[in-house]
């Protein structure tokens, strides 16, 4: 019987690990320099969750894994986690409410289905919310942790590309259609066909212009925001908010020197999202978004809390990544005996326990393991001249030693 993986799901070998470590270990640590907290929260979550409060749409909630948690008796409809934000809000209900203003991050696998089982049905993200704090500022800050978090990983050629879902709300109400047609023309969008806009055939001439300026609005800076505030006189008081609270935005990111795209038709599925969002893009990939979502707690709670967030996608950011091991071979030292006698075993053992306690990588070899993936190797030695034998498995040369200490030196050179 062949032992094969579920359909739509990977094995991460050693490679992949320190890929997926260097980009946890980069995104933590730009997290907690910005002031978040860390935290985590269950695979298993209720299913009512994702559908009461109309936080995903249907063809998302036609992906999630569902199942019933019995207990014998009866029982209740859960899902295996589906989306990070979500339950990130949960756990500030449940947990966090009595503080005004939460940062706070998470490392975390999401599941969603995919027929052909050719894709990834399990994926993971890094992902950074700010619940709570002034509007256009706390957008500010999470679209900058991000471009840290990529800079620090080396990915200085993504793409910030800036929608603003609050906006385009505005707009699909501008259209006075009906309620089913509205709610048509929104699950369009949502899907990523903006062509829904440009069909529904506005009676105001105006607003006919308004629609295809913002469509065709492909800015790198706050004067293309500015331009459509001129001839958007006649729009409602909810489009004149949302693109000042754009144009707020897009001004300070362009006195802080960061870079990006106004691109409406670049964010698909925003169906929680109340204001600015985004995606970041790497080789035509997108390994990034987030945005604004000021509605996601009071709809699940009382309390009026705004919010906004981002995630970074692991998965294609390792593609992008080094697959090289470089920190073993520049740090790793193998240890290995002349002969396999309890003596020999024991004096490698006692090595490995003070290399490793003065901060190296140690690793014992009782098979004779290629020396030449490593930067040190260190034959311990039964019986000649020196009890240590040190091979610079760089530089190709070798020495007698008479110590430990004398080994920590020249590790230490």
């Known amino acids: 019987m062949e032992n094969l993986r579920c359909k739509g799901m990977r094995d991460l070998l050693p490679g992949d690990m320190l890929r997926f470590r260097y980009i946890e270990d980069s995104f933590r640590t730009c997290c907690l320099k910005y002031g978040y907290q860390e ?20 063809s998302m909630l036609s992906k999630v894994y569902s199942f019933l948690d019995w207990d014998g008796w009866g029982g209740e ?13 949960r756990l500030y209900i449940n947990s966090l409410s009595e503080h005004e203003i939460a940062r706070l991050f998470y490392v975390t696998n999401i599941f969603a289905f995919e027929e052909t089982g050719k894709q990834n049905r399990e994926r993971w993200q890094c992902g950074a919310e700010f619940l709570g704090g002034a509007k256009f ?17 080396g990915l200085n050629r993504s793409e910030l590309r800036l929608s603003h879902a609050g906006l385009v709300k505005a707009l699909i109400k501008e259209l006075k259609l009906s309620s089913s047609e509205e709610a048509r023309v929104t699950s369009r969008i949502l899907d990523g066909d ?8 506005p ?22 925001l500015q331009n459509v505030r001129a001839i958007s006189q006649q729009a409602s008081v909810d489009f004149k908010s949302n693109l000042e609270d754009f144009i707020n935005i897009t001004t300070l990111l362009d006195s802080l020197n960061c870079d990006y795209e106004i691109d409406f038709t670049a964010t698909l599925g925003f169906e929680y999202y109340t204001g600015v969002c985004f995606v970041v893009l790497a080789d035509g990939e997108k390994i990034g978004g987030g945005g604004r979502y000021d509605n996601l707690v009071p709809l699940m709670s009382d309390r009026n809390t705004p919010a ?22 520049e740090a790793g030292i193998l240890i290995e005996g002349e002969k396999p006698t309890p003596r020999i075993l024991q004096k490698c053992f ?20 290629e020396e030449s993936d490593y930067r040190w190797a260190i ?25 430990i200490v004398e080994i920590l030196n020249i590790l230490g050179e």
């Not at 995630?311 to 470089?326: N, Q, R």
């Not at 006692?350 to 393991?369: M, V």
């Open 77 to 89: 409809r859960v899902v295996l986690r589906p989306d990070g934000t979500i339950p990130i809000a």
């Open 308 to 329: 906004c967030g981002s995630a970074l996608y692991v998965d294609p950011i390792m593609k992008l990544l080094s697959p090289e091991g470089e920190e073993r071979a």
């Open 39 to 58: 935290v985590r929260t269950p695979t298993l979550e209720h299913l009512h969750l994702f559908t009461a409060i109309g936080t995903l749409t249907p």
């Open 194 to 201: 903006w062509q829904a806009l440009t069909q529904a055939k």
């Open 379 to 403: 034959l311990v030695c039964e019986k000649g001249p020196s009890p240590f034998v040190v091979t610079d498995c760089k530089q190709k040369q070798q020495q007698d030693v008479a110590s």
């Open 137 to 153: 500022a706390a957008d500010v800050e999470i679209i900058l942790l991000v471009k840290d978090v990529l800079r620090r990983l």
């Open 350 to 369: 006692a090595l490995a326990q003070s290399l490793r306690g003065a901060g190296y990588t140690a690793e014992l070899s009782f098979t004779g393991q």
């Open 203 to 224: 009676i105001n001439p105006e607003l006919s212009k308004l629609l295809l300026r913002l469509l065709n609005l492909k800015g790198k800076s706050s004067s293309f």
